[in-house]
Antibody, heavy 121, light 108 residues
């Protein structure tokens, strides 16, 4: 069974940084595009970042571009999100999600349980 | 940026009834729309993709339709486990910006 497990969330001060990790199992990780999606408390879903299967193509939402960095290690079956210059608006549960096929139009069929990032002084 | 607008924000229905949820795109997204179900404290679950294809394991009472800018998720006979928040998502824009709707809460 395909599974994603996030970690690395924490309480951090404004302006701080964190590295979020997502460990994959149960599928051929190196064959799939991966994403990060976040959800602020009581709010809806917001797509954050995309990385292609090889790691050669990356996209970000306007709200995080220049502050967040997505990366992956296919040998470790893991995807990462380095989050920086954090503001209170970045407080959210961060989910990693796998795309169902290699098409960029593909939906997200496997999601992790999420990791919580709280930005507060 | 393509904006996805869902209606209504909240839908009150009874078990056994039919529920119809709507999602409108600010410009054509062809059939590149997915629907997700999210229950409190859980991650989203993929229900429908490419507007009308049911994901693996999704009951036949869930169906999707639409193309272009208007999309619908229909639940034919609500079960107690269907009460949740439902999100639509577009995956048509280039470069990719996988925007979600604001959600419809399905409640008793």
């Amino acid at each position: 069974e395909a599974q994603l497990v996030e970690s690395g969330g924490d309480l951090v001060q404004p302006g701080g940084s964190l590295r979020l990790s997502c460990a994959a199992s149960g599928f051929t990780f190196r064959s799939y595009e991966m994403n990060w999606v976040r959800q602020a408390p009581g709010k809806g879903l917001e797509w954050v970042a995309y990385i292609s299967a090889t790691g050669s193509t990356i996209y970000y939402s306007d709200s995080v571009r220049g502050r967040f960095t997505i990366s992956r290690d296919n040998g470790e079956s893991s995807v990462y999100l380095q989050v920086g210059s954090l503001t209170v608006e970045d407080t959210a549960v961060y989910y990693c999600a796998k795309q169902i096929t290699r098409l960029t139009s593909a939906p997200f069929d496997v999601w992790g349980h999420g990791t919580m990032v709280i930005v507060s002084s | 940026e393509i904006v996805m607008t869902q209606s209504p924000a909240t839908l009150s229905v009874s078990p056994g009834e039919r529920a119809t949820l709507s999602c409108r795109a600010s410009q054509s997204v062809s059939n590149n729309v997915a629907w997700y179900q999210q229950k409190p404290g859980q991650a989203p679950r993929l229900l429908i993709y490419y507007a009308s294809t049911r994901a693996t394991g999704v009951p036949a009472r869930f169906s999707g339709s639409g193309s272009g800018t208007e999309f619908t998720l229909t639940i034919s006979s609500l079960q107690s486990e269907d009460f949740a928040v439902y999100y639509c998502q577009q995956s048509s824009s280039w470069p990719p910006m996988y925007t979600f709707g604001q959600g419809t809460k399905l409640e008793i």
